[in-house]
């Protein structure tokens, strides 16, 4: 799993606040930027669909299936079996051989999750709000 830390020293407490609003607001930013680009490259767009229709994104602690620190974020797939669409499987019933990853998560995860997306997302957080 992906970490990064932002640590602001500062006397101001209200400066302080506002940074870590816009590193929220960044880091939702950029979980729906990977969400979208993991439906997009989805290996399997062209079938039925359920998979990719099952691709979400949750931040914070805000109602979904996930429970998590105001400062967490994820992308899942809900469909039951997007885990092993992502990683493969060590043996395919059907054809009697393991099913090779075709990750689509981790590599949105990889181009989006970078820390000048994250401090892009808080400057442009911070002039959203006129500071």
């Not at 060590?90 to 401090?119: D, E, G, S």
């Amino acid at each position: 799993m992906a970490k990064m830390t932002i640590t602001w020293k500062s006397r101001t407490r209200e400066a302080k606040k506002e940074i870590m609003i816009g590193a929220l607001d960044a880091l939702r930013d950029v979980t729906g930027d990977i969400q979208r680009e993991a439906v997009r490259n989805h290996p399997y767009n062209d079938q039925t669909g359920n998979n990719t229709r099952s691709i979400a994104f949750q931040c914070g602690k805000t109602s979904g299936p996930l429970t998590l620190a105001e400062n967490q974020s994820a992308v899942f797939s809900t469909s039951g079996y997007g885990g092993y669409i992502e990683t493969g499987t060590r043996w395919n019933l059907f054809t009697r051989k393991p099913m090779p990853a075709k990750p689509y998560i981790y590599p949105a995860m990889v181009k989006f999750f970078t820390a000048a997306n994250i401090a892009k997302g808080v400057n442009r957080s911070l002039q959203r709000r006129g500071l």
